[in-house]
């Protein structure tokens, strides 16, 4: 007979665990009726209310004068929701679409395969012309198209059209839009918060097609419409310059040419252009083929700038009372400094010349002799070459006010001594990497009465004056005359510089500047291949405007010694340039054309090549120069 089993105590502890396990189903069904009941309800109104940002309408750019630059326009996008149309209508739909998209077949098949997806929601294609978005209206109302959705989207649109085929006004200077929305290069960048403005943001529940549901719409931010930017720049000039460059570009086959055109006393920049440029409407496909198009040379590039440079080393020489335009200068056409020799690019002497004939012919010798005078030694002279440069901003962001400005390559003497032959180049632009607005800048301080202007091209934002820059005094209103007076010396003392630069009725002057370029490939100069410039200002009484020129990496059509024929030289495209902002900027002439000195020395032919005489001065020689800093 089995004995008795007792499973009273089995029992027990069975119906303690049931016990157990209910208490904690039951308190973890209170913590969640109860304690997490709001985060529950959260997170259900999370999947059922969905926020819908709408971006703000993007402000406008327009220029001085009222003329549009830039603007939003809304296209259509066209969407579709796949799980809602019937299987029949798919394809006829896809047939239907693909004529009024202009599709080819590979597109037609992949939006046929979109439309029989069986998704909730797909986009079709973006911006739509005016034509499309009516084709796709009419089917809808009549039928043939169903479960389709229009959706307005902003499209950045640049309406002038630029100085160079396929290309729009302004476009470095502008940037772009990308497609979300961000400001890429230029004012676009730089104003972006400003022109974007702040979006609308409402929340709404919406259905399993992600469709708001009417009546269930709350804003959150009321948003912001974006402001709009008016520039310094004038468009008509603008225009005119880029035709102008594009011409220079062409004809010298060079890399690049760019210009500027600023008030020499306030720093308004009415004219900013560089060429090649581009097409800010098809960014896209720049951005495929040739992104190095959206910098902009005149504040992302730095080149040195030969010649130009003297007239800081004159700025120097004669605010520190070392010469005088007239004091005489041995020019011997080659000077050894140290191991190297230092020469003109003819290598013949003009003998003891006046200060300002240095200047005007272009003397190396004589602004490296000068450039040495600035102190008891090498080291102090340099010293007094360097904070000249600094004080017209050399070496330093003009303040333009633009994304991505370069500060130059200039060698601190303090930090790294320079050198008896890094004086002497420096003396006339060699060694030294600047970008074209910071001569702009310096220019404008030796004729304006020795202020340092900000350059700026945004006038005012959102309907309010941009506050101007104080401009400190860096040179003496007396010394700014006499470097005034040397720069239009220049071009009315030496034959071919008058013939290609002065202009009737006008007070012009400035300074020429052609830099050798260095190979770090090949460890030498480039010998077919030079940097030109011109620097310069343009007015009637007084300079009003500084224009600022270069033609990057160009190629003359003769190359001998101390010559050089191009098909438009860098003064030559002054002179256009300046021509354009006479008539743009209404500027009218003195009573007579005699009025303004030296204007009647203009020939009435320009001088021909080979009348040039052989000690232009422009190329450096230094037989031993390691290139750029």
């Given at each position: 007979m089995l004995g008795r089993t007792d499973r009273r105590r089995r029992l027990i502890a069975v119906l303690a665990i049931f016990v157990l396990l209910s208490t904690v189903a039951g308190a973890r069904l209170a913590y969640w009726q109860v304690a997490a009941h709001g985060m529950l309800v959260s997170m259900a109104q999370q999947q059922l209310n969905r926020p819908s940002v709408e971006a703000a309408t993007r402000g406008s750019i327009y220029d001085s004068t009222g003329v549009l630059l830039a603007t939003t326009v809304y296209r259509d996008q066209l969407a579709a929701y796949p799980d809602q149309i019937p299987t029949a209508q798919q394809a006829p739909m896809a047939a239907t679409l693909a004529g009024i998209l202009h599709l080819d077949a590979a597109a037609t098949a992949t939006l046929a395969g979109q439309l029989a997806s069986n998704v909730p929601y797909v986009v079709l294609a973006n911006d739509l012309s005016s034509a499309q978005t009516a084709a796709v209206q009419a089917g809808l109302d009549n039928g043939s198209l169903t479960e389709l959705d229009l959706v307005p989207q902003p499209v950045r649109v640049y309406p002038d059209p630029g100085g160079a085929p396929d290309t729009t006004l302004a476009s470095q200077l502008l940037g772009f839009v990308n497609v979300s929305g961000q400001g890429q290069y230029g004012i676009e960048q730089q104003y972006q918060s400003a022109l974007a403005g702040q979006p609308r943001v409402v929340m709404a529940e919406r259905d399993v097609a992600g469709r708001p549901i009417a009546g269930t719409e709350v804003v959150t931010q009321a948003g912001m419409a974006g402001q709009d930017v008016q520039l310094t720049i004038n468009a008509g000039l603008q225009l005119a310059v880029e035709k102008e460059l594009n011409a220079a570009w062409i004809a010298d086959e060079a890399t690049s040419a760019s210009a500027v055109v600023m008030n020499a006393s306030t720093g308004a920049v009415v004219a900013w252009a560089s060429e090649p440029s581009y097409n800010a409407n098809d960014y896209?496909?720049?951005?495929?083929?040739?992104?190095?198009?959206?910098?902009?040379?005149?504040?992302?590039?730095?080149?040195?700038?030969?010649?130009?440079?003297?007239?800081?080393?004159?700025?120097?020489?004669?605010?520190?009372?070392?010469?005088?335009?007239?004091?005489?200068?041995?020019?011997?056409?080659?000077?050894?400094?140290?191991?190297?020799?230092?020469?003109?690019?003819?290598?013949?002497?003009?003998?003891?010349?006046?200060?300002?004939?240095?200047?005007?012919?272009?003397?190396?010798?004589?602004?490296?002799?000068?450039?040495?005078?600035?102190?008891?030694?090498?080291?102090?002279?340099?010293?007094?070459?360097?904070?000249?440069?600094?004080?017209?901003?050399?070496?330093?962001?003009?303040?333009?006010?633009?994304?991505?400005?370069?500060?130059?390559?200039?060698?601190?003497?303090?930090?790294?001594?320079?050198?008896?032959?890094?004086?002497?180049?420096?003396?006339?632009?060699?060694?030294?990497?600047?970008?074209?607005?910071?001569?702009?800048?310096?220019?404008?301080?030796?004729?304006?009465?020795?202020?340092?202007?900000?350059?700026?091209?945004?006038?005012?934002?959102?309907?309010?004056?941009?506050?101007?820059?104080?401009?400190?005094?860096?040179?003496?209103?007396?010394?700014?005359?006499?470097?005034?007076?040397?720069?239009?010396?220049?071009?009315?003392?030496?034959?071919?510089?008058a013939a290609w630069t002065l202009i009737p009725g006008y007070n012009v002057g400035g300074k020429t500047g052609t830099a050798q370029i260095w190979d770090s490939k090949t460890g030498n100069w480039e010998a077919k291949h030079f940097d030109f410039s011109f620097v310069g200002y343009l007015g009637v009484q007084h300079p009003e405007y500084v224009i600022a020129v270069e033609i990057i990496h160009g190629t003359p059509d003769i190359i001998a010694q101390g010559v050089f024929q191009q098909n438009i030289t860098s003064n030559e495209l002054f002179r256009r340039i300046a021509r354009d902002t006479i008539q743009t900027m209404d500027l009218a002439p003195l009573p007579s054309a005699s009025a303004s000195a030296g204007s009647a020395a203009a020939p009435a032919t320009p001088v021909p090549p080979t009348a040039i005489p052989p000690w232009s001065g422009e190329v450096p020689v230094a037989t031993a120069s390691p290139g750029p800093p």
């Amino acid at each position: 007979m089995l004995g008795r089993t007792d499973r009273r105590r089995r029992l027990i502890a069975v119906l303690a665990i049931f016990v157990l396990l209910s208490t904690v189903a039951g308190a973890r069904l209170a913590y969640w009726q109860v304690a997490a009941h709001g985060m529950l309800v959260s997170m259900a109104q999370q999947q059922l209310n969905r926020p819908s940002v709408e971006a703000a309408t993007r402000g406008s750019i327009y220029d001085s004068t009222g003329v549009l630059l830039a603007t939003t326009v809304y296209r259509d996008q066209l969407a579709a929701y796949p799980d809602q149309i019937p299987t029949a209508q798919q394809a006829p739909m896809a047939a239907t679409l693909a004529g009024i998209l202009h599709l080819d077949a590979a597109a037609t098949a992949t939006l046929a395969g979109q439309l029989a997806s069986n998704v909730p929601y797909v986009v079709l294609a973006n911006d739509l012309s005016s034509a499309q978005t009516a084709a796709v209206q009419a089917g809808l109302d009549n039928g043939s198209l169903t479960e389709l959705d229009l959706v307005p989207q902003p499209v950045r649109v640049y309406p002038d059209p630029g100085g160079a085929p396929d290309t729009t006004l302004a476009s470095q200077l502008l940037g772009f839009v990308n497609v979300s929305g961000q400001g890429q290069y230029g004012i676009e960048q730089q104003y972006q918060s400003a022109l974007a403005g702040q979006p609308r943001v409402v929340m709404a529940e919406r259905d399993v097609a992600g469709r708001p549901i009417a009546g269930t719409e709350v804003v959150t931010q009321a948003g912001m419409a974006g402001q709009d930017v008016q520039l310094t720049i004038n468009a008509g000039l603008q225009l005119a310059v880029e035709k102008e460059l594009n011409a220079a570009w062409i004809a010298d086959e060079a890399t690049s040419a760019s210009a500027v055109v600023m008030n020499a006393s306030t720093g308004a920049v009415v004219a900013w252009a560089s060429e090649p440029s581009y097409n800010a409407n098809d960014y896209n496909t720049v951005a495929r083929t040739d992104p190095a198009a959206f910098a902009d040379p005149i504040i992302n590039q730095v080149y040195e700038p030969g010649s130009v440079m003297k007239m800081f080393t004159a700025t120097a020489a004669i605010s520190n009372k070392v010469v005088t335009p007239n004091t005489l200068i041995d020019d011997s056409g080659v000077m050894q400094v140290g191991p190297v020799q230092i020469a003109d690019a003819d290598r013949r002497p003009m003998g003891m010349i006046p200060f300002k004939t240095v200047i005007a012919y272009s003397r190396n010798v004589g602004a490296a002799r000068v450039a040495a005078m600035l102190g008891k030694t090498t080291d102090a002279s340099s010293q007094v070459l360097y904070q000249w440069w600094e004080k017209l901003g050399i070496g330093q962001p003009t303040g333009v006010g633009l994304p991505g400005e370069l500060s130059g390559l200039v060698t601190n003497p303090a930090v790294t001594p320079w050198t008896a032959v890094d004086l002497a180049n420096h003396a006339f632009g060699q060694g030294v990497a600047v970008t074209t607005a910071q001569l702009a800048r310096g220019y404008a301080a030796m004729v304006n009465g020795g202020r340092l202007v900000t350059p700026h091209v945004v006038q005012a934002v959102g309907g309010v004056p941009v506050p101007a820059t104080p401009a400190p005094q860096v040179i003496s209103p007396a010394v700014s005359a006499t470097l005034t007076s040397m720069m239009r010396y220049t071009v009315t003392a030496v034959p071919w510089y008058a013939a290609w630069t002065l202009i009737p009725g006008y007070n012009v002057g400035g300074k020429t500047g052609t830099a050798q370029i260095w190979d770090s490939k090949t460890g030498n100069w480039e010998a077919k291949h030079f940097d030109f410039s011109f620097v310069g200002y343009l007015g009637v009484q007084h300079p009003e405007y500084v224009i600022a020129v270069e033609i990057i990496h160009g190629t003359p059509d003769i190359i001998a010694q101390g010559v050089f024929q191009q098909n438009i030289t860098s003064n030559e495209l002054f002179r256009r340039i300046a021509r354009d902002t006479i008539q743009t900027m209404d500027l009218a002439p003195l009573p007579s054309a005699s009025a303004s000195a030296g204007s009647a020395a203009a020939p009435a032919t320009p001088v021909p090549p080979t009348a040039i005489p052989p000690w232009s001065g422009e190329v450096p020689v230094a037989t031993a120069s390691p290139g750029p800093p």
